[in-house]
């Protein structure tokens, strides 16, 4: 069975950065599509970022698009999300999600199969 587990969290002041780490353990015959999310208390799970299976591909919500980079290492199912220029409304707990089949809209929490337990992000402003 293939776990994702996420680190990284903490707490940061407006404008600095964080960076989160994402890796499945156990076995993975494949490597995923991968994705990072994030719940703030009250709001609904939001799409982040995400990263196919090979790597080439990024794509990442307006409102963290220019401060925020998805990376893996390739041929891994692994997912890195350097966070920058942080701001107080980023704050929220942030999931790492996989999706081993390769299809579905990026954007959507419904096409990932797997979830790790979260990381909680915290900024002071």
């Known amino acids: 069975q293939v776990q994702l587990i996420e680190s990284g969290g903490g707490l940061v002041q407006a404008g600095g950065s964080l960076r989160l780490s994402c890796a499945a353990s156990g076995r993975s015959s494949s490597v995923y599509d991968m994705a990072w999310f994030r719940q703030a208390p009250g709001n609904e799970r939001e799409f982040v970022a995400a990263i196919n299976w090979s790597g080439r591909n990024s794509y990442y919500s307006d409102s963290v698009k220019g401060r925020f980079i998805i990376s893996r290492d390739k041929g891994k199912n692994t997912a890195t999300l350097q966070m920058n220029s942080l701001r107080f409304g980023d704050t929220a707990v942030y999931y790492c999600?996989?999706?081993?089949?390769?299809?579905?809209?990026?954007?959507?929490?419904?096409?990932?199969?797997?979830w790790g337990q979260g990381t909680q992000v915290t900024v002071s402003s």
């Open positions: 999600a996989a999706d081993p089949v390769g299809s579905g809209w990026y954007e959507r929490a419904d096409k990932y199969e797997l």
